[in-house]
């Protein structure tokens, strides 16, 4: 069982509405990541937050706020999304960054659709 | 930044061949190359990484093998069973401007089937 925990498994939303996706890790992981899948695509990194800071940001579109409330905790928040934006959110942490300290452990995935 | 390739991109065996995928990768700097299984329904798991001190790894039936000289890196896995069917993802790590690994680059994934 993986542990990374994310919910909701999935969720539809209209354009107008705003949600939030969640993320909890229990692994003292220092490092927590979101990552944008689309069908039959590798993952795409948006967002990593490193000690509770961002770190890195893809470049992603202002719709898509991220926020680290402590080290276990992840959270997306959506607003104003388009249905390309429809996809499956990924959960990562690692103990460091990627492709320094090894493994990433993902999540399930959070797989959203807009209307 | 790190560019991955990777091939095939389906794979179709028989139960009990064997399965091989290989990437390459462009920074010469990348010292460090995971391999991810993802399932139906699941986030992607690391499955073995190889380091570049070594040249090859392997964990029972799966094996890793890097050529650092070719920049490429190879996943092997025998005597394949159908739980083996899924997507494979090889990745490298994206060194940026100052040289330290931030990130992973993911390759574009191999669809894996074994058949009965």
């Known amino acids: 069982d993986t542990e990374v925990t994310q919910t909701p498994k999935h969720l539809v939303m209209g354009m107008t509405n705003k949600k939030s996706l969640k993320c909890e890790q229990h692994m003292g992981h220092r490092a927590m990541y979101w990552y944008k899948q689309k069908a039959k695509k590798p993952p795409e990194l948006m967002f990593v937050?490193?000690?509770?800071?961002?770190?890195i940001n893809e470049s992603v579109p202002s719709r898509f706020s991220p926020e680290c409330p402590n080290s276990s905790l992840l959270n997306l928040h959506l607003h104003a999304l388009q249905p390309e934006d429809s996809a499956l959110y990924l959960c990562?942490?690692?103990?460091?960054?990627?492709?320094?300290?090894?493994?990433?452990?993902f999540g399930e995935g959070s797989r959203l659709t807009v209307l | 930044g790190e560019n991955v390739e990777q091939h095939p991109s389906t794979l179709s065996v028989q139960e009990g061949d064997s399965a091989v995928i290989k990437c390459t990768y462009s920074d010469s700097a990348s010292n460090y190359f995971p391999w991810y299984k993802q399932e139906l329904g699941k986030g992607p798991q690391l499955i073995i990484d190889i380091r570049s001190n070594v040249g090859e790894k392997k964990d029972q039936r799966i094996a890793v093998t890097l050529n650092k000289t070719a920049k490429h890196f190879s996943l092997h896995i025998t005597e394949t069973q159908p739980e083996d069917s899924a997507v494979y993802f090889c990745a490298a790590p994206n060194l940026g401007n100052t040289g330290t690994a931030s990130k992973l680059t993911f390759g574009t994934g191999t669809r894996l089937q074994v058949t009965l």
């Open positions: 990562a942490s690692s103990p460091g960054l990627a492709g320094v300290s090894g493994e990433l452990f």
């Open positions: 937050y490193s000690y509770e800071k961002l770190s």
